[in-house]
């Protein structure tokens, strides 16, 4: 009987059985990632660039800022500029860290003759700032208008201006003020200078020291050509302008006369020493010749007012004496403006024949009209010791 038949597994059967019921059970696990190394430089140069890009982009905004801030100080250069070759002074002066010009702004705008925007062009060339944004300086060039010389270029200077605000928040101030010193030689005989009616300079030495034909003094101006004025000491002066060699009055004084100076741009080669004024002495010497024959006569004539100063010659004359000087001989000199003197002149009566060859030395003194008095006469023979 094969009972047990029923019953009997193999051992195939039973692995084959086994080994299905774990396929049915168990599952795979997933495989593992990995970045290759191409992909990881590929992200890195990605950030290395958008880094690069944000620093860019912040240098240049700061960049932008900062040459901003430079046209800035440039353009109130260019217009402190402007303002100094149009001749609006007071406003430049404002634009001034401190009024450096020894005569004032209103002066100088009242003086002007000529603005220097008539002669010369202006433009910025070139512009730097600290990195702190409280100096700056640009550069000016300065180009002539007209040409001088056929044939040749008109001139072209460059002047630095430089500026400075103590913050930020300030407006630049200018630090180099366009302006030049200029030297004026002024005749002995015109104690004062004058500008716009108004004295700005004056001859400190005394009459008694001035034995020198000249005196000088400095102005600080700005570019331009300005109409000056010179007093004179003695009305019988004729104080003539250079260079026309022509007397100009100056005002409604008698006594003042005009000329003119033009003051270059500063750094320019051109000269800073004026002479304004020359004297014509032939009109001083002619008026002291006709107020001492004036007083000699009087003398003659009994004119006791006169006695004091009267030589010993004229007591002995007649009372009808007419003296006069000879012309071909006598020359008037002024050692001083207080001082005089005339050597080898003939007094003569052309009608008594009378003359006698003198020499002359006296001192004068001047009133506010520039008239003159003689104080002391001294009549000696030629020859005479």
Known sequence: MWSTASNYRSPREGTV???TRSEGTDKAAPAKEITSPTTIMVRASGLFVLVLLLLFGVLFIKQALHDRVRNNAA?????YCQYVLNGSF???AAMESANTTSVTAEHGRLALATPASSAVNMRVTDSSI???ELTASARIEFTGVQNPIAGQEAPTYSSSIELERSSTDESWRITTPLVTTVEINMPVWTPALLI???EVAANEASNEESNLPTWTTELTLYPGAYTIGAHALSADLNIA???ERVARPYGDNPLNFASTITVPLPQTPITTSFKPFVVLPDDAGEALKANLLTLLNGCIHNNKEESNLCPDFTRTLPADTQLEFDRKLGVVSFPTTSTFRIDIVTIRDPATGWAQCSNITGTLSYNEE?????EELTVRRCGQK
């Open 370 to 374: 520039g008239q003159s008095t003689i």
């Open 130 to 132: 600290s990195d702190d």
């Open 196 to 198: 716009a009616d108004e």
């Open 75 to 79: 353009d109130a250069a260019a217009t």
């Open 90 to 92: 007071e406003e430049a």
């Open 241 to 243: 302008a250079i260079p």
């Open 17 to 19: 059985t086994a080994k």
